[in-house]
């Protein structure tokens, strides 16, 4: 596997220009499909999607990418230019919410199982505790923290090259969660060492069951 120190300075893309010579122009289509706002498809397209991955920028330029899910319509589309997406219950990190609150630009990927296109949202991301934005979130009466409004300025399909290339959606390509380790072992033997007895192991895995079921809504 290469490291960066492999790599050879005469081969490393320096600028845009150079970058642009290497590939053939853009399709038209690719260029005409950005709208500035939210049709009839991209509304329907969110209402189906029970996940998203929102990208974000801290101050000092590093990225992050953070999942979002729930049940088939959980992002509000208040209108064709604002989303609403709930800020449910997580490890509490507020590393998206931190982001946004220094460099509100942010990145949307939404996806729909079985759809090897995606939707892709560009735009500007503020905070609210709004209690009547909120409401509209709620699940089993349960209003999260806070939610992000997002602006929307460019909104697009993106084509399934990837998720064919990938067989996402294939049930074939299914592999066994059981073949690694689970969440919690591999955290432990990051940071303290996880413990040798298996039975013991299996105990931790189960509260973080429990704490699922406890903690999700």
């Keep these: 596997m290469a490291s960066t120190a492999d790599l050879k300075p005469e081969y490393l893309v320096q600028d845009v220009a150079e970058l642009r010579s290497l590939f053939s122009e853009t399709h038209p289509m690719a260029v005409v499909k950005c709208q500035t706002r939210l049709d009839r498809h991209a509304m329907d397209f969110i209402l189906r999607a029970p996940f998203l991955c929102i990208g974000t920028q801290s101050p000092n330029g590093s990225a992050d990418v953070s999942p979002r899910g729930d049940p088939c319509g959980f992002v509000k589309v208040l209108d064709e230019k604002t989303l609403l997406i709930p800020d449910r219950p997580g490890n509490n990190r507020l590393d998206t ?96 060492g996880a413990p040798e007895d298996p039975a013991q192991m299996q105990q931790i895995d189960a509260g973080l069951e429990i704490d699922y079921q406890k903690t999700m809504y």
């Design 97 to 192: 919410q931190s982001n946004i609150l220094a460099n509100p630009s942010v990145g949307l990927l939404f996806m729909v199982p079985g759809f090897d296109d995606t939707l892709r949202v560009n735009g500007r991301a503020r905070i609210t505790r709004d209690p009547e934005l909120l409401a509209l979130t709620a699940v089993q009466d349960r209003m999260p923290t806070v939610a992000i409004v997002v602006t929307v300025d460019e909104v697009f399909l993106h084509c399934a090259k990837a998720f064919r290339r990938s067989k996402l959606w294939d049930p074939s390509q299914r592999q066994d969660r059981s073949e690694m380790p689970s969440l919690l072992k591999i955290i432990l033997d990051q940071t303290s």
